[in-house]
């Protein structure tokens, strides 16, 4: 039972490279999100997917993308990183619908942008 | 856009002492959830509260929505140490998406 699993946990990136979180649940579920969660502001909704090949928009999305090409994977990929996106990346999954579903996270991405 | 804001932002109270976290927001809810997060981890859910005036129960943490959907608390009883965490509450909106509070940090001590 992993549950979500995020990989790597921690990583340092200079100014302007590019890398991926890679997030992947094993519950089948349908919706799955990409948080970031900075001091004193909480989590916010970077980009969310309600099934494989359906990804939106959340709160934050300058700077990333994501993608679905299948239920399990939901990777999130920083184009040029900032300074600005130093934060800790929290993916989460739930099986979906209005009420009563709680999401599932993963343990973080704590990212460094020196 | 949706604003929940936690009171208070820190607790540290004893073991034993009882206490209450509270959650508003500039709307209504769709829907309420309480999430506890450990130093270190995700977010875990506790309880999700749905029709105005409910009341829910987890041992010794207790969850009560408002009657008009646009607030909620949290008690809990006896607080232990291992009740030290960050409590966040979420909206779960549309689509599932997450509107998440500022959070209350709790330390319980001995």
């Known amino acids: 039972n992993a549950g979500v699993t995020q990989t790597p946990k921690f990583q340092v990136l200079k100014t302007g490279q590019s890398m991926t979180l890679q997030c992947a649940q094993d519950?089948?579920?349908?919706?799955m999100s990409w948080y970031r969660q900075d001091p004193g502001m909480g989590l916010r909704l970077i980009h969310y997917?309600?099934?494989?090949?359906?990804?939106d928009q959340g709160e934050v999305p300058n700077g990333y993308n994501v993608s679905r090409s299948t239920t399990e994977d939901f990777p999130l990929r920083l184009l040029s990183a900032a300074p600005s996106q130093t934060s800790v990346y929290f993916c989460?999954?739930?099986?979906?619908?209005?009420f009563g579903f709680g999401y599932t996270f993963g343990s973080g991405t704590r990212l460094t942008v020196v | 856009t949706q604003l929940l804001e936690q009171s208070p932002q820190f607790l540290s109270i004893q073991e034993g002492e009882n206490l209450t976290v509270y959650c508003n927001s500039s709307?209504?809810?769709?829907?309420l959830q309480w999430y506890r997060q450990e130093p270190g981890e995700g977010p875990v859910l506790l309880v999700t509260?749905?029709?105005?005036?409910e009341v829910k129960k987890l041992k010794r943490l207790t969850f009560q929505f408002g009657d008009a959907r646009k607030d909620s608390s949290l008690h809990i009883t006896a607080a232990q140490p291992g009740d030290t965490g960050l409590y966040l509450c979420?909206?779960?909106?549309?689509?599932?998406?997450?509107?998440f509070g500022t959070g209350t940090r709790l330390q319980v001590t001995l």
């Open positions: 519950m089948n579920h349908e919706y």
């Open positions: 997917s309600v099934g494989a090949g359906i990804t």
């Open positions: 979420a909206d779960t909106g549309t689509a599932s998406k997450l509107t």
């Open positions: 509260v749905v029709t105005g005036g």
């Open positions: 709307s209504v809810f769709s829907s």
């Open positions: 989460a999954s739930t099986k979906g619908g209005q």
